[in-house]
């Protein structure tokens, strides 16, 4: 079931089937291309989001089980259609991190939390409208949903234990107008 935690603008929701792909999600992972990242203000220790849009097995995977979702937050959200731009894994390991950034060309981005060794971990959000940080805390097994136009970055990993994300970006669209209430008349000409 997918939870509405902020304001119609994030969501978060438990994977069923974590705890049974997790291993076979980690072993596609290892036989992916990826590198290291480096910035000055971020270090991802090994993510393959440079090599996008080659398709990727820990992506057919993942999506297999995670397609329902993703419609019922497109649904949450008025539309009936969606589609998927972008998606890549992320690796960190102790000090890694990836400073504040954000996702154009999207409506929403998702973060699926592969490993996480403490709810302390999860991604930070800055609400730019509220103009503050979301105290938002997610599980192992856990993806969450935002506004891709929301700041947001990974803190330092404070752990000795690995920190796996899988994120992509959707868009969304309407294409049925019926459970709107569309009042034309009132819409002056420019």
Not at 30 to 42: C, I, L, M, R, V
Not at 137 to 161: M, Q
Request: a negative charge; charged letters at 25%.
């Amino acid at each position: 079931m997918i939870e509405n935690i902020y304001k119609n603008f994030v969501y978060k929701v438990s994977s069923q089937h974590h705890n049974d792909a997790k291993h076979d999600l980690l072993e596609a992972i290892d036989k992916t291309f990826g590198q290291s990242h480096a910035s000055e203000n971020s270090k991802i220790t090994k993510t393959d989001f440079f090599k996008m849009p080659e398709p990727t097995l820990y992506a057919d995977l993942f999506f297999k089980s995670n397609f329902a979702n993703i419609t019922q937050i497109a649904h949450l959200n008025g539309c009936n259609e969606w589609q998927i731009n972008d998606v890549w894994f992320q690796q960190y390991k102790k000090n890694d991190t990836h400073h504040w950034h954000t996702h154009p060309k999207s409506h929403f981005t998702n973060v699926y939390y592969l490993e996480l060794p403490s709810s302390e971990m999860t991604t930070q959000i800055y609400d730019p409208i509220e103009q503050k940080c979301l105290d938002i805390k997610c599980n192992e097994g856990d993806v969450i949903t935002f506004p891709a136009w929301f700041p947001h970055r990974s803190i330092p990993l404070e752990s000795e234990e690995r920190k796996t994300i899988i994120s992509y970006n959707i868009s969304l669209e309407i294409t049925n107008t019926d459970h709107m209430m569309i009042i034309d008349d009132d819409v002056e000409e420019l």
